[in-house]
């Protein structure tokens, strides 16, 4: 009878895991210095190794002659808790055992000595699905069990599980399973059954399974029987129900043109077509998660501007539960998508328009005097040609320093509080990509009068600069404070940090400053009529803080 892939391949020794180092090196070392706990707990994703390597465990601290933590696998207790005949190493699905009465059985029985091995181990899979009666009646026994037994708990929701059970084990949480790993593992099996696979099909393969290493090997069955030849990408699309790379790009490109014709006859089309909706809308959010790093990290260009992928990226992500549960998920998907294309057209301003008539009016606006010389050079309504980001940054260093003066713990906690409400606009028209850009900084610390947030990247920080007050005024209106804010990179608030601290170990501190003005418009023309000052705030109404025009 033909195996499975990832029964055949599953893990008999530690050093055979995957991804799961950190976990894996304790257990070893549990076993090398005898130091075995009497309960334990796994949780985490499915397929990560939760199961698997409850078993290797057992059969380490059973095993009479251990090496480094491994079982040796050829004294008398390694043959037999090999053996199917084994009966001292037993695993309880708790989804079709939950009852008080099953448990009460299991306490009943775990006074019994092991027929052959030190330990009695109960491995007792997916223990989130016990009764509340059932958790009560193992407690006692979690709690004081019998020297020769050990139980270890696994699951993939710990959050259902009470409090006095967790309590009572060695929690190990098990995190997904880098894609990297995913790929030399699949390679290893691909190579020892002389299947051939195109080296991007394993990477979609490690893609769209989630950090599950048996997901993927599943996966990797399935596609093996689906192609007998030469498995490639087109047959990775079509067993998976997606769609390749350019026709996704061109979903994407019809949506944010507000194409609502297009897109529903594409919907029908993938539909039709036998395609899988959810995994079409994975795949797009994957490509604009992409899109994204790409512009934080590499500053490619954007299909569209990175506020608007933002908000339709947490869109996406916020209304995939219900998608999901819909009883017709087509349906659902076309109303989630014409409705975010239908905002997008009534909030559609004619931006080109309205910058060439700002022009007209000041044709000198925000243009240095360097710039006035070179007939060549192209005045900006939006873009301040003026702003000087070294200028800007020394601000920010001065204010947060002048924070960490006054900082307290009371306070911080307290915006780290705030920052969470945040999550309820960042679908707001107007302010979405403002709350989307506090939620993307950490909260470091804070005063009565101001707060500092770090980002990951100066490109960051320097894009909210050129709007901090509209940024600091949505802040302070949607947590009802009045505050400033300090924006610093991840590295600034580092050194900041290490400065704050030598400074307090030698008893010092940090001396207040006087901020410095940041002039940032220098212009000094002058409005000349009224039809020009109706446009121009026409323009502040479109634009906000970003058109910098100087009025009498």
């Not at 190493?89 to 775990?110: C, H, M, Q, W």
């Not at 997916?126 to 020769?148: D, Q, R, Y």
């Not at 009470?162 to 949480?173: E, G, L, N």
């Not at 400065?499 to 023309?525: C, T």
């Amino acid at each position: 009878m033909y195996q499975a892939l990832y029964r055949k391949y599953r893990p008999s020794e530690f050093e055979d895991v995957v991804g799961q180092n950190v976990i894996v090196n304790t257990l070893k070392n549990a076993v090398i210095y005898n130091h075995i706990s009497h309960a334990y707990l796994f949780s985490g994703p499915r397929g990560t190794g939760k199961t698997t390597i409850a078993k290797i465990f057992a059969r380490a601290v059973n095993c009479l002659e251990p090496r480094d933590g491994l079982s040796c696998g050829k004294c008398k207790n390694c043959l037999y808790s090999f053996s199917k005949e084994c009966m001292d190493i037993i695993e309880i699905d708790a989804a079709s055992n939950n009852g008080v009465d099953e448990i009460r059985e299991l306490r009943n029985k775990v006074n019994i000595l092991p027929t052959e091995l030190k330990y009695k181990v109960y491995i007792i899979d997916e223990v989130h699905m016990l009764s509340i009666g059932a958790f009560n009646a193992l407690l006692k026994t979690i709690e004081e069990p019998p020297s020769h037994v050990i139980f270890i708990l696994a699951t993939t929701d710990p959050q259902k599980i009470p409090a006095t059970i967790i309590s009572r084990c060695q929690w190990y949480a098990f995190k997904k399973i880098d894609n990297e790993d995913i790929v030399k593992r699949l390679q290893y099996i691909v190579s020892k059954e002389n299947i051939k696979i195109d080296d991007n099909v394993l990477e979609k393969i490690a893609e769209a399974s989630d950090g599950g290493l048996r997901d993927a090997i599943g996966l990797l069955d399935k596609l093996r029987a689906y192609a007998t030849d030469n498995i490639s990408l087109n047959d990775f699309y079509e067993i998976n129900g997606q769609i390749d790379d350019i026709e996704l790009q061109e979903f994407e490109k019809t949506i944010f043109e507000n194409n609502n014709k297009d897109t529903l006859y594409k919907i029908e089309k993938y539909y039709q077509d036998g395609k899988n909706l959810v995994q079409i809308l994975k795949q797009l959010m994957l490509l604009i998660k992409d899109q994204l790093f790409d512009y934080y990290v590499n500053s490619s260009s954007l299909i569209v501007e990175e506020n608007i992928l933002v908000n339709f990226l947490n869109l996406l992500n916020s209304e995939m539960v219900n998608i999901k549960k819909s009883d017709d998920v087509k349906l659902s998907i076309e109303i989630t998508l014409l409705h975010y294309m239908d905002s997008n057209v009534k909030s559609k301003i004619d931006i080109p328009l309205k910058i060439e008539k700002t022009k007209t009016i000041k044709e000198e606006h925000a243009v240095s005097s360097d710039n006035k010389e070179n007939p060549e050079s192209k005045p900006s309504a939006i873009v301040n040609n003026n702003f000087n980001f070294s200028k800007f940054k020394e601000l920010m260093s001065i204010r947060a320093k002048n924070t960490m003066i006054e900082a307290l713990k009371t306070e911080l906690t307290k915006e780290q509080n705030n920052l969470s409400i945040f999550n309820d606009y960042t679908f707001d028209q107007e302010n979405g990509y403002l709350a989307c850009e506090l939620l993307d900084g950490t909260v470091r610390a804070s005063s009565i009068n101001s707060v500092i947030l770090s980002y990951d990247y100066e490109s960051m920080v320097e894009k909210m600069a050129n709007h901090l007050n509209n940024l600091i005024n949505f802040y302070n209106k949607i947590s009802n404070n009045n505050k400033t804010i300090s924006l610093i990179t991840n590295e600034e608030w580092n050194n900041l940090k290490n400065e704050y601290m030598n400074l307090r170990k030698s008893g010092k501190q940090f001396v207040y400053q006087e901020e410095p003005n940041l002039n940032i418009n220098n212009n000094d023309d002058k409005i000349s009529s009224e039809e020009d000052a109706d446009y121009i705030k026409e323009a502040k109404k479109i634009f906000g803080d970003i058109v910098e025009i100087e009025e009498d």
